[in-house]
């Protein structure tokens, strides 16, 4: 009998300390972002702005690298409209655009169309750039949303708003039908959740090199999974030293916790060879 209260004794000690642990731990919900309704036919000039503004400073993830920091141009201390107009007069220029609207939104979907010089992809020449297609995974804007950043990028300087707002006419009938933002599918990889949420654009990692964030290609032989895990959860937490908070906050919001323990074992797995 006193082994038998041993060993229920030692076991129901044993489950009390899993459950502290666990509740110690960050709790990250499981379930997909919830999707983001568009009412099209209620935008006025001044609203569409401010959501392109929002896009830009969020889900855009354009101030990552579009700051003072030095590792993109400074958009927000640039009049946008006068720099594409000078853009399009270079003959660096590769695309077919005639006027400033017409780049900004080339820019977005093929941006190594224009390098600014010293921006571009290490070993290119400054013929391409770092800079993902926004139209594509991760980040995936719809055109209505690309048009509500040029919006932006155009009224912050005081020029006028040339982008269409979505009318009236164009808005559907029922719910089911409304423009919607949902999210992007549950990864299945480690390496398809560090492409769909965009890790590559700041660190290098597979096959992709970048200077804006650390090197994550032997993350593993600096840092714990723990720490790793942290690091995702808390990115402004621990800064890696010569190098700047840029990681959003809720970063980790937009992951299932599958999606983020998948990315915490990959990367911990990066070692020295």
């Known amino acids: 009998m006193p082994v038998l209260i041993k060993v229920l004794g030692f076991s129901l000690t044993l489950t009390l300390g899993f459950t502290l642990v666990t509740n110690l ?6 379930e997909a972002p919830v999707e983001k309704t568009l009412d099209l036919g209620a935008f006025t000039e001044e609203s569409f702005v401010a959501l392109g503004e929002e896009l830009f400073k969020g889900k855009g993830t354009c101030t990552l690298c579009h700051n003072d920091m030095g590792r ?4 927000l201390k640039m009049n946008m409209v006068e720099t594409a107009n000078d853009r399009l007069a270079d003959s660096r220029y590769q695309g077919d655009s005639k006027e400033a609207e017409a780049y900004l939104q080339e820019s977005m979907r093929q941006p190594s ?4 010089k010293g921006f571009g992809k290490k070993g290119t020449n400054d ?21 509500a950043v040029i919006a932006y990028m155009q009224a912050k300087d005081g020029n006028p708003v040339t982008v269409p707002l979505p009318s009236a006419e164009a808005v559907p009938t029922t719910t089911e039908e409304k423009q919607t933002t ?19 654009a700041c660190h290098s990692i597979l096959e992709t090199e970048s200077p804006v964030g650390p090197d ?15 690091s995702i959860l808390e990115p402004n937490a621990v800064i890696t030293e010569g190098y700047s908070p840029m990681m959003p906050g809720n970063f980790a919001d937009k992951m299932r916790v599958k999606e983020l323990e998948m990315i915490v074992q990959f990367l911990a797995e990066q070692i020295n060879d």
Request: hydrophobic share 40%; proline share 12%; aromatic share 2%.
């Open 182 to 200: 949902a999210p992007a599918p549950i990864a299945e990889t480690a390496q398809e959740a560090i492409g769909q949420f965009g890790c590559t």
């Open 216 to 230: 994550l290609r032997t993350v593993g032989s600096r840092l714990s999974a723990d720490e790793i895990r942290q």
């Open 25 to 30: 731990l960050p709790q990250i919900e499981g």
């Open 72 to 75: 993109a141009p400074d958009i």
């Open 127 to 147: 013929s391409v750039s770092p800079m993902p297609a926004i139209d594509k995974p991760p980040i995936q804007l719809s055109e209505i949303e690309m048009n």
């Open 113 to 116: 169309l224009y390098v600014v």
